[in-house]
């Protein structure tokens, strides 16, 4: 979760009321949550989102406008994914490819996975980068416990706030000039259903936005 060994760590849930770790591991199963940090105070707070919160997410993925940043530039960015490969914005240029915004609890993201992987799997010749906020070792954890085979780039929180990320997962699809054509949550992607699948990754991948 990107946040620094030496900070204390309180968990809350969808009310406000402090809880265990244990209790708010179980509670986040079914309930996103956002992370609020304090460099001052070494300090960081886990928040379940309210129903409210939620209720308000679900209207903004039901507008038809994509997120802020669809139509411009995707930010100019240099890395070195997990198995130690360069990968910049240059170096995808000149064939449209898919970001997707993650972390290792969000249990959205892990629902997600196997379809990623299947999309993957099925089209090879289609760049993928998947960016999350955690540190390389969680980022590994993840990759290997769920068979997720997309290049990973970790410690990419800056990049994320870039973006304009602000619910996982997220994914955007970028045109061979490196401009965002497509950027939403995953779940204003799916099929009523609301499990997202192949289908409909590939649905959205095609040209024009959305």
Not at 65 to 90: C, E, N, R, W, Y
Not at 165 to 175: A, C, G, I, N, W
Request: proline fraction near 8%; hydrophobic fraction near 45%; glycine fraction near 6%.
């Amino acid at each position: 979760m990107a946040i620094p060994h030496d900070y204390t760590v309180i968990c809350e849930d969808q009310d406000g009321h402090v809880v265990p770790f244990s209790q708010f591991q179980a509670l986040m199963k079914g309930r996103p949550f956002d992370i609020q940090k304090s460099p001052e105070h070494h300090s960081a707070v886990l928040r379940l989102e309210s129903d409210a919160v939620i209720a308000a997410h679900k209207q903004a993925r039901a507008q038809p406008a994509g997120m802020s940043i669809q139509g411009k530039p995707f930010p100019a960015f240099h890395a070195t994914t997990l198995d130690g490969k360069a990968v910049s914005l240059a170096s995808l240029r000149g064939k449209p490819f898919i970001a997707n915004f993650f972390f290792a609890l969000c249990a959205p993201c892990i629902a997600e996975t196997p379809v990623l992987s299947q999309f993957h799997r099925a089209h090879p010749d289609v760049p993928v980068v998947a960016f999350t906020f955690d540190d390389a070792a969680t980022a590994q954890e993840f990759a290997t416990r769920r068979g997720f085979n997309w290049p990973i780039v970790p410690g990419q929180d800056a990049l994320a706030k870039q973006v304009g990320v602000d619910v996982y997962p997220t994914m955007v699809l970028v045109d061979a000039h490196g401009v965002v054509s497509k950027a939403t949550h995953s779940s204003a992607i799916a099929a009523k259903s609301g499990a997202l699948t192949l289908g409909d990754l590939e649905r959205w991948g095609s040209s024009g936005p959305r």
